[in-house]
């Protein structure tokens, strides 16, 4: 998970937030269909997607994971990792590095150096029964903080996507790829790194209730947060309309709630979740995976008592208890 700063635009508006479509509803909410939604618990934690479940009071469909960024070695035959979901009802989206922590080059992967690496890895997938897995190749590609950041150079992102889409999917077929910028302005302009229509199959972003000015103060109005969310470049907005521009379903990841020891995040904030609601019921998203994980760089669970208000509104529109 990165969750690194956003480049906001300067002005947020009450009043646009009120037009959009997004912007409330009256009377009983309709509830999103059983399979988009999704949670994130931990690495290999089919255990732990069955203990929310059993707190959602409903199931869920599909799980987040990530393989592990400290070497080529860790990284290409995950065994332990892809048993355990083997053995699991749930659909995974496994979080795959482009380039480890160890070292290499976007250009390299371009010109095919590290095929076999993917080659292996499809292979893993295949064998444990997971030919169906959605990959989140180079998720958060265009921020900064990622070692395979497209802004070094945008061409050898695409064409070292390519290449590990045609190895992987030449061992199986059945295996989906999600192209996920983090929200917002980042690094580069984000379509700058599109790998084209025929390498991707679903369109996705992480979205968090958070938020910086471009001078770098945070935005403390639930709503001006939102409205930021939506209308920023690269927002919500854009992101609807370049996946309806590709004709490709919209994924999202990772979402959640955020509480940050800087003040960027918005807490507990119930408003954040009723948007979230209808901005997927409104738009034709694949799947919505909370991240139900607390990181260094801020809570997000609600489990852990800290979102009172915006937990039970979450129960009433995600969950069974409404």
Known sequence: MALGKRL??????????????????????????????????GAAAPGKVEHYERWLKRPVHWALDFQAI???????????????????????????????????????G?????????????????????RNTVLRVGWEFNGAWSLWSAASSPADFVAYWRQIVTTMRAIAPGLRFDWCPTLGLGALPT????????????????????????GGGSIPNAADRWNNLLTQPYGLNWLAEFAAAHGKQITLPEWGL???????????????????????????????????????????RLTAGAFPSATKVFLRLFGASR
Do not use: C
């Open 8 to 41: 906001l635009v300067a002005t947020i508006t009450l009043s646009a937030l009120i037009s959009t479509p997004s912007a409330g509803f009256a009377g009983a909410a309709p509830s999103i269909p059983t399979p988009i939604l999704g949670v994130y618990r």
């Open 70 to 108: 400290e070497d080529w070695q860790r990284t290409e035959p995950p065994t332990w990792q892809l048993r355990r979901w083997s053995k699991s009802p749930f659909r995974l989206v496994l979080s795959i590095p482009m380039l480890p922590a160890s070292g290499g080059t976007l250009a390299a």
């Open 110 to 130: 371009a010109a095919g150096a590290y095929n076999e690496n993917f080659r292996r890895l499809a292979r893993a997938l295949v064998r444990n029964g997971l």
């Open 191 to 214: 379509d700058q790194a599109w790998p084209g229509d025929a390498y991707v199959d679903y369109v996705g972003s992480d979205v968090y209730d958070q938020a910086w000015e471009p």
């Open 258 to 300: 955020i509480d940050r020891a800087d003040g960027h995040g918005g807490g507990d904030n119930p408003l954040f979740i009723r948007q979230m609601h209808r901005w997927i019921l409104d738009h034709n998203v694949a799947y919505a995976i909370y991240f139900q994980f607390d990181t260094g760089e801020g809570a997000s």
